[in-house]
Protein backbone atom coordinates (compact mmCIF):
# COMPACT_ATOMS: atom_id res chain seq x y z
CA UNK A 1 0.00 0.00 0.00
CA UNK A 2 1.38 3.49 -1.19
CA UNK A 3 2.36 5.50 2.45
CA UNK A 4 1.64 8.37 0.46
CA UNK A 5 -2.07 10.73 -1.59
CA UNK A 6 -2.32 8.83 -4.84
CA UNK A 7 -1.09 12.23 -6.41
CA UNK A 8 2.00 12.12 -5.29
CA UNK A 9 5.05 11.09 -6.91
CA UNK A 10 7.89 12.29 -4.45
CA UNK A 11 8.01 13.67 -0.90
CA UNK A 12 11.03 14.53 1.12
CA UNK A 13 9.93 14.73 4.72
CA UNK A 14 12.59 17.25 6.90
CA UNK A 15 15.34 15.34 5.22
CA UNK A 16 18.75 15.94 6.11
CA UNK A 17 22.37 15.07 4.59
CA UNK A 18 25.49 15.35 6.62
CA UNK A 19 29.18 14.36 5.55
CA UNK A 20 32.12 13.11 7.45
CA UNK A 21 33.39 16.34 8.62
CA UNK A 22 30.14 17.57 9.66
CA UNK A 23 29.27 19.48 6.33
CA UNK A 24 25.72 19.80 5.80
CA UNK A 25 24.86 19.39 2.30
CA UNK A 26 21.05 18.95 3.06
CA UNK A 27 19.33 20.30 5.84
CA UNK A 28 15.38 20.16 6.78
CA UNK A 29 14.43 19.87 3.53
CA UNK A 30 10.64 19.06 2.69
CA UNK A 31 8.67 19.43 -0.27
CA UNK A 32 6.68 17.19 -2.52
CA UNK A 33 6.14 16.59 -6.66
CA UNK A 34 2.98 15.67 -7.91
CA UNK A 35 2.50 13.09 -10.22
CA UNK A 36 2.96 14.52 -13.55
CA UNK A 37 4.24 17.49 -12.41
CA UNK A 38 7.35 19.63 -14.20
CA UNK A 39 9.06 22.02 -11.78
CA UNK A 40 12.72 23.38 -11.73
CA UNK A 41 15.60 22.92 -9.00
CA UNK A 42 17.80 25.98 -8.89
CA UNK A 43 20.36 27.58 -6.05
CA UNK A 44 24.02 28.37 -6.08
CA UNK A 45 26.88 26.10 -6.62
CA UNK A 46 26.97 23.58 -3.57
CA UNK A 47 23.47 24.47 -2.59
CA UNK A 48 22.80 20.44 -2.49
CA UNK A 49 21.05 20.34 -5.95
CA UNK A 50 23.18 17.21 -7.30
CA UNK A 51 22.62 15.56 -3.76
CA UNK A 52 19.23 15.67 -3.65
CA UNK A 53 18.66 14.00 -6.98
CA UNK A 54 21.09 11.35 -5.72
CA UNK A 55 18.72 10.68 -3.30
CA UNK A 56 15.58 10.34 -5.55
CA UNK A 57 17.67 7.59 -7.70
CA UNK A 58 19.51 5.98 -4.52
CA UNK A 59 22.95 6.79 -5.36
CA UNK A 60 22.68 8.23 -1.48
CA UNK A 61 20.53 8.36 1.09
CA UNK A 62 19.64 10.45 3.98
CA UNK A 63 21.43 11.39 7.81
CA UNK A 64 17.86 11.94 8.36
CA UNK A 65 14.38 12.27 7.33
CA UNK A 66 12.74 10.47 5.14
CA UNK A 67 12.65 10.39 1.17
CA UNK A 68 9.14 8.49 -0.50
CA UNK A 69 9.10 8.30 -4.25
CA UNK A 70 6.05 6.38 -6.06
CA UNK A 71 4.42 5.56 -2.64
CA UNK A 72 7.63 3.92 -1.28
CA UNK A 73 9.58 4.60 1.08
CA UNK A 74 12.93 4.23 0.58
CA UNK A 75 14.98 3.36 3.17
CA UNK A 76 13.06 0.64 3.80
CA UNK A 77 14.78 -0.62 0.41
CA UNK A 78 16.53 -3.96 0.43
CA UNK A 79 19.91 -4.13 -2.19
CA UNK A 80 17.80 -6.48 -4.69
CA UNK A 81 14.99 -3.79 -4.98
CA UNK A 82 16.95 -1.21 -5.90
CA UNK A 83 17.46 -1.95 -9.80
CA UNK A 84 13.71 -2.15 -9.78
CA UNK A 85 13.34 1.00 -8.42
CA UNK A 86 15.81 3.03 -10.52
CA UNK A 87 14.14 1.53 -13.81
CA UNK A 88 10.94 3.88 -12.62
CA UNK A 89 13.58 6.98 -12.77
CA UNK A 90 15.19 8.56 -15.70
CA UNK A 91 18.19 10.31 -15.26
CA UNK A 92 19.95 13.24 -17.60
CA UNK A 93 23.04 14.46 -17.32
CA UNK A 94 24.75 17.62 -18.61
CA UNK A 95 27.77 15.87 -19.70
CA UNK A 96 25.33 13.07 -21.51
CA UNK A 97 27.70 10.09 -20.49
CA UNK A 98 27.17 8.38 -23.59
CA UNK A 99 29.88 5.53 -24.37
CA UNK A 100 31.40 6.66 -27.74
CA UNK A 101 32.78 3.23 -28.95
CA UNK A 102 28.78 2.04 -29.24
CA UNK A 103 26.23 3.50 -31.55
CA UNK A 104 22.95 5.66 -30.88
CA UNK A 105 21.09 2.33 -30.88
CA UNK A 106 23.37 0.70 -28.29
CA UNK A 107 23.61 3.68 -26.34
CA UNK A 108 19.78 4.06 -25.63
CA UNK A 109 19.48 0.42 -25.15
CA UNK A 110 21.84 -0.47 -22.78
CA UNK A 111 19.52 0.13 -19.63
CA UNK A 112 16.74 -1.97 -21.49
CA UNK A 113 19.87 -5.09 -22.23
CA UNK A 114 20.84 -4.28 -18.44
CA UNK A 115 17.15 -5.16 -17.62
CA UNK A 116 16.70 -8.44 -19.36
CA UNK A 117 14.77 -7.30 -21.84
CA UNK A 118 14.72 -9.40 -25.16
CA UNK A 119 16.11 -8.15 -28.21
CA UNK A 120 12.63 -7.84 -29.85
CA UNK A 121 11.45 -6.20 -27.02
CA UNK A 122 14.20 -3.46 -26.49
CA UNK A 123 14.28 -2.86 -30.26
CA UNK A 124 10.32 -1.59 -30.11
CA UNK A 125 11.80 0.53 -27.21
CA UNK A 126 14.62 1.99 -28.49
CA UNK A 127 12.87 3.22 -31.39
CA UNK A 128 9.70 4.37 -29.87
CA UNK A 129 12.51 6.83 -27.29
CA UNK A 130 14.48 8.10 -30.32
CA UNK A 131 11.40 8.46 -32.54
CA UNK A 132 10.31 10.79 -29.47
CA UNK A 133 13.73 12.88 -29.35
CA UNK A 134 13.73 13.59 -33.20
CA UNK A 135 16.79 10.77 -33.65
CA UNK A 136 15.12 7.81 -35.08
CA UNK A 137 17.33 8.30 -38.59
CA UNK A 138 20.50 8.58 -36.49
CA UNK A 139 20.06 4.77 -34.74
CA UNK A 140 23.69 3.49 -36.65
CA UNK A 141 25.45 6.35 -36.22
CA UNK A 142 28.29 7.41 -33.15
CA UNK A 143 27.50 10.02 -30.65
CA UNK A 144 30.97 11.33 -31.57
CA UNK A 145 29.18 11.85 -34.98
CA UNK A 146 26.48 14.14 -33.40
CA UNK A 147 26.36 17.74 -32.54
CA UNK A 148 26.03 18.67 -28.85
CA UNK A 149 22.15 19.25 -29.01
CA UNK A 150 21.62 16.09 -30.62
CA UNK A 151 24.24 13.88 -28.25
CA UNK A 152 21.70 15.56 -25.38
CA UNK A 153 18.68 14.12 -27.11
CA UNK A 154 19.99 11.00 -27.28
CA UNK A 155 21.19 10.81 -23.33
CA UNK A 156 16.95 11.55 -22.80
CA UNK A 157 16.11 9.03 -25.02
CA UNK A 158 18.08 6.87 -23.06
CA UNK A 159 16.86 8.24 -19.80
CA UNK A 160 12.68 7.83 -21.13
CA UNK A 161 13.56 4.49 -22.87
CA UNK A 162 12.49 2.41 -19.54
CA UNK A 163 9.30 4.54 -19.85
CA UNK A 164 9.80 5.71 -16.04
CA UNK A 165 7.34 7.59 -13.55
CA UNK A 166 10.43 9.89 -13.03
CA UNK A 167 12.07 12.20 -15.06
CA UNK A 168 15.03 13.91 -13.52
CA UNK A 169 17.91 16.10 -15.12
CA UNK A 170 20.88 17.29 -13.83
CA UNK A 171 22.00 20.84 -15.75
CA UNK A 172 21.05 19.29 -18.68
CA UNK A 173 21.27 21.99 -21.14
CA UNK A 174 24.34 23.58 -19.43
CA UNK A 175 26.09 23.05 -22.44
CA UNK A 176 24.05 24.23 -24.82
CA UNK A 177 23.18 27.76 -26.49
CA UNK A 178 19.82 29.87 -25.73
CA UNK A 179 18.40 28.23 -28.74
CA UNK A 180 19.39 24.55 -28.10
CA UNK A 181 18.16 24.49 -24.49
CA UNK A 182 14.99 25.79 -25.52
CA UNK A 183 14.21 22.73 -27.89
CA UNK A 184 16.01 20.62 -24.75
CA UNK A 185 13.10 22.18 -22.67
CA UNK A 186 10.62 21.44 -24.86
CA UNK A 187 11.29 17.89 -24.68
CA UNK A 188 10.77 17.50 -21.38
CA UNK A 189 7.60 19.56 -21.59
CA UNK A 190 6.11 16.60 -23.97
CA UNK A 191 7.17 14.07 -21.39
CA UNK A 192 5.14 15.76 -18.81
CA UNK A 193 2.21 16.11 -20.56
CA UNK A 194 1.46 12.45 -21.23
CA UNK A 195 1.66 12.37 -17.36
CA UNK A 196 5.87 12.00 -16.57
CA UNK A 197 7.09 13.59 -13.47
CA UNK A 198 10.19 16.15 -14.42
CA UNK A 199 12.53 18.01 -12.27
CA UNK A 200 15.39 19.51 -13.62
CA UNK A 201 18.26 20.89 -12.00
CA UNK A 202 19.67 24.29 -13.33
CA UNK A 203 21.36 27.33 -13.00
CA UNK A 204 19.75 28.98 -15.75
CA UNK A 205 17.46 31.40 -13.96
CA UNK A 206 16.39 33.39 -17.48
CA UNK A 207 15.18 29.69 -18.87
CA UNK A 208 13.24 29.35 -15.29
CA UNK A 209 11.33 32.43 -15.42
CA UNK A 210 10.80 32.28 -19.46
CA UNK A 211 9.23 28.62 -18.79
CA UNK A 212 7.03 30.00 -15.50
CA UNK A 213 7.21 26.56 -13.98
CA UNK A 214 7.63 25.73 -10.04
CA UNK A 215 10.41 25.89 -8.83
CA UNK A 216 12.73 25.16 -5.83
CA UNK A 217 15.30 26.88 -4.67
CA UNK A 218 18.26 25.51 -1.97
CA UNK A 219 20.35 27.69 -0.34
CA UNK A 220 23.35 26.13 1.54
CA UNK A 221 21.35 23.07 2.05
CA UNK A 222 18.07 24.63 3.13
CA UNK A 223 14.94 24.94 0.67
CA UNK A 224 14.06 28.35 1.04
CA UNK A 225 11.00 28.42 -1.96
CA UNK A 226 8.47 25.33 -3.09
CA UNK A 227 8.71 23.75 0.24
CA UNK A 228 6.47 22.32 2.42
CA UNK A 229 5.47 23.61 5.71
CA UNK A 230 8.11 23.07 8.83
CA UNK A 231 5.45 20.65 10.25
CA UNK A 232 6.03 17.22 9.11
CA UNK A 233 3.63 15.55 7.87
CA UNK A 234 3.28 11.75 8.27
CA UNK A 235 0.78 9.44 5.52
CA UNK A 236 0.30 6.12 6.40
CA UNK A 237 0.55 6.29 10.28
Not at 62 to 89: A, C, E, F, M, N
Not at 146 to 170: H, M, T, W
Request: proline residues 5%; glycine residues 10%.
Amino acid sequence: MSILPADVMVRFDQVGRRFPGGNDALSGVSFELKRGEFAFLTGHSGAGKSTLLKMMMLMDRPSRGRVVVDGHDLSTLRSGQIPYHRRKVGVVFQNHQLLFDRTVYDNVALPLQIAGYSPIDAARRVRAALDSVGLLGKEKRNPIELSGGEQQRVGIARAVVNKPALLLADEPTGNLDPELSEEIMNLFLRFQQVGVTVLIATHDIALIERMGHRRLILEHGQLVQGGLPTEETVYGA
